[in-house]
């Protein structure tokens, strides 16, 4: 680990103004994702400057019946709340389906946005990587790439987002409330994120010295029996294999409208419009569900070893589907 | 967990004694230590002055180094030394032949230009702090002139495998020795190739030395150590110094599971630049390194054929395996050594491949030979009982042998039968759905879920070495039990206690028990499942001859003459060894295994729901210990049926895990409640106290009775593991 100069920011200002113009600057929270990079060299920065005393941390209902949640709120206290859990319940267990108790209990809604790729070959400086250092390659491509991207991956780069969380705010249209020098803006969660394209550097679309200070989950009624859906590995403390957060507004029998997020597939959470406007209109069955399903998939591209994705991402969604059209819970 | 043994403790050489703590569920000696942070393991001890060592690996997987830049390292703050191949410390070569010493690698670290394989040390930088030490480490640029590595077990080139322990693998019988052609009786037979994927060491403590100088010729080493004494003579002959110079401390092991009892090269390093330095060295492997530095498994391709009579006698069995060894190290994994052990057949053949490739050296890990030999063994065994429509547990008690058929010896205290009809009556076997993909369990999800229940057999050899203990009686009313056998986490604190207080007649918190000093007197070896066996009877023993010694019938005697007399205390040392039983009887442990799977098939989500072991091991010392070694092994199983497989880059050759995130194996929420149970009598032939190992029997079988009820829920026969999510789709 590089020697690093550590501050406190006093206020929300302050961390803006002593990390913009010092690109080697970053900002910390519950630090459980940027420590663990520090140390095997994928960030040195000069400076550190820790977010984690100012007042970001509530948790509000917006006016609109909405949900505004401070980037310091732990991922903990946001699943465990209790009208999350009621309103919003795959928010919550797209949380609690993540990393562990423990880390969960220091993890911030801001870090986890923030969390970086998984890919070993960005994590391991033995080797090349665009995402790591522009212009490197992409290993992974011709590499052992099981867990990699089989939607919306470039020549430069085939990185997965690895959060749960994110897919889940995806789902719900969450806006990401951020400051930077030049005052405050928000970001439509499906713009928060980035493609890798010809920039892989670039998970995001915050700009240098901007911070997260809030997400806002807009009112949702349908949320109430939206399902979270994650396969993995083992039972417990991996990544995703494939992830679904599904939400479906139903009138009887017939679907209103439709919410379909995937991750553990493409470099950020992976809506499907195409799947989601096919839904509207259909009647809420497993053949409807079959069809908006391969929609979702239909421009999937796998790699050497990650076929299995796609059939797998198929399944998801036809499960998470039929289990909010019976009035959601664990699926 | 209950325990169905006769416990006839004949050892106890005190009359007074009421009752005896051999055979109860004692809780383990050491468990507050560690659950309370207490417990010094290797890495923890403070030294004034200790400076930290940090290795340098090689990104390359074959190939050889032009050059070394340490200039950047070498000017970085807090650093005190680089090593490279170009001023590696002084390092002798030791005899390596089991005997004298022995290492991991045979190739000493830094000894020349030459990349093996990735992740192989190039060089260290020490430097006063962990993160300084990481960080120069980062900032040695080498050159390499790399070659295209061979990293691919499938592509890999075979030859025929050189002798395990001085035994040729090839092994023929009936017309396999004759030559003649043709085998009689065959009506049913399966043939079918099963694969295993390479499994990581990673115990819960990261391999790790610190080496503290008194001088130029003497030095302590702390290192998790699972042969304290052979440790000490081979860091002597690597030291260049007479054996007394040395000490080894390893009171704790995280777990070692055959990774810990020599060293490996980022360990001599570590001994041999702390002499360079004069100053305690502490070198800790992370993670990444251990991938290449800390052994592991081999992954294999077993070939199985076995032939039977319509009634389900075996008629033969031919049992060929491929495994793969690094470059630098010769170990083939021996799968096919369970082989004649497990069943009869007149004709069986058995032949053994090795390749080399551009990994790190592998090396035993738990049931080497045994775990991945009895995953394809039995889940052949499993097959053929489908073949002929016969209960695989009868089929098994059908088959089993009575002798060892490659020593010809019969086995002692062999319960087996007891283990697999006790299983079935625990586990409910024959409630079992007769077809596969008949068993549903209605779910809270959409799908009902595919119910399965499958079997496998369990054995591991009885291994027993030559040990010694000491026994010392005190004024105080304690006896102290010391030697440098050790506890890596098996409750031999606990057994030894317990052995000797019952020796003595003396309550359990009477008995301080100091292990893992090679100071103490020869423990011999934590590994081959053999501490106990090994060790108690040299502990009983010397509790006898200390009463001897002392002239006294009871301890509490013995220590009325040292208070009277002012003694300061009263010793005996004692030591035992096999001897002419292992030409008359062949020793094996013995067990089976019950487990039920659900299987959500359009997801490909398994879980295993419910686990029952029966084990035949000789006298239970302690119930509690020996099932949570059962467990232990059967999770561990569980993770190499599930999860566990180390992956390479096909083009660098460099693995694709790096830390417990990326190598996975099981969590909590994978493991269901398993129960344990015991079976049999002592096995007096083995042994004084009729123990037989227990560390490594629960991981035998594990992944053939998961992979078998996976048959049964699905219809579906794994034959690769692991079982991944996709292999269900
Ligand atoms: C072993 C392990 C397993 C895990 N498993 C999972 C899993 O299964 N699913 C999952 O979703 N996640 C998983 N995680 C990731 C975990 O969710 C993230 O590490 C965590 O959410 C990051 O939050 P943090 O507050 O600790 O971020 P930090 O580590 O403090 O920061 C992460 C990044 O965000 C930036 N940052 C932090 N706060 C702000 C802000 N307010 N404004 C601007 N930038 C900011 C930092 O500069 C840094 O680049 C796992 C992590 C570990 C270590």
Redo the contacts between chains.
Sequence with gaps: ???FAYTRATSTRDAIAQTTGNPSAMVIAGGTNLVDRM???LDQPSDLVDLSRLPLKQMERTRSGGFKIGALVTNTTLADHPEIRRDYPLLSRAILSGASQQIRNVATVGGNLLQRT?C??Y?????GCNKRQAGTGC?AA???NRGHAILGASDQCIATHPSDMCVALAALDAIVEVEGSRGTRQIPFAEFHRLPGDTPQRDTNLEPGEIITSITLPPLPAAKTGVYLK?R???????A?VSVAAILELSGDEIRSARLALGGVAHKPWRSPEAERFLVGKPATPETFTQAAAIALQSAKPLTYNG?KV??SK??I??AL??VA?GG??? | MEVNMSQNISQNSNQNATTSVVGTAASRKDGRAKVTGTATYAAEHQLSGLVHGYVVTSPIAKGRIRSINTTAAAQAPGVIAVYTHQNSPQIFKPANNWMNSKIYEARLPLSDDQIHYAGQVVGMVVADTLERARHAAHLVQVDYEPQAPQVNARTANYQPSPPWFGEDFTFNSGSFSTGSAEVTGIEAQIEATYTTEMELHAPMEPHATIAHWQGKDAVTIYEPSQYVLLTQKTYAELLGLAVERVRILSPYIGGGFGSKAFPWPPSILCAAAARDLGRPLKVVNSRRQMTANAGHRSETEQTLKLSATAAGKLVLIEHLAKSCTSPVDVFPEPCTIVTPVMYAAPNIRLEQQLAVMNVGTPTFMRAPGEAPGMWALESAMDELAWTLKIDPVQLRIMNQTQSHQRKNLPFSAKQFTECLEQGAERFGWQGRSPEPRSQVSPSQTQDDLLVGWGMAAATFPGYRGATSAKVRLLPDGTAHVLSSGNDMGTGAYTVVGMTAADALGLPLNQIRVELGDSLLPDGGIAGGSQMTASLTPSVALACQEVLKAAEATTAAAAFEKLRQTGRAAFEATASTAPGEETKQFAFNSWGAHFCEVTVDELLGRLRITRWVSVMNIGRVLNPKTAASQVRGGIIMGMGQALMEECHFDPNTGFPVVYDLATYHFPAHADIPRIEVAFVGEPDLNFNPMGVRGVGEIGITGVAAAIANAVYHATGKRIRSLPILPEKLL
């Design positions: 680990m590089k020697n140390k095997v060299f998984r070993p070959y994590y391991d400086t033995a080797f290993p011709t590499g052992v396969l590995d083992r039972a417990s403390y991996a990544f294999l299995f059939e797998l399944r998801i036809q499960r039929a289990v019976k819970g664990l699926a």
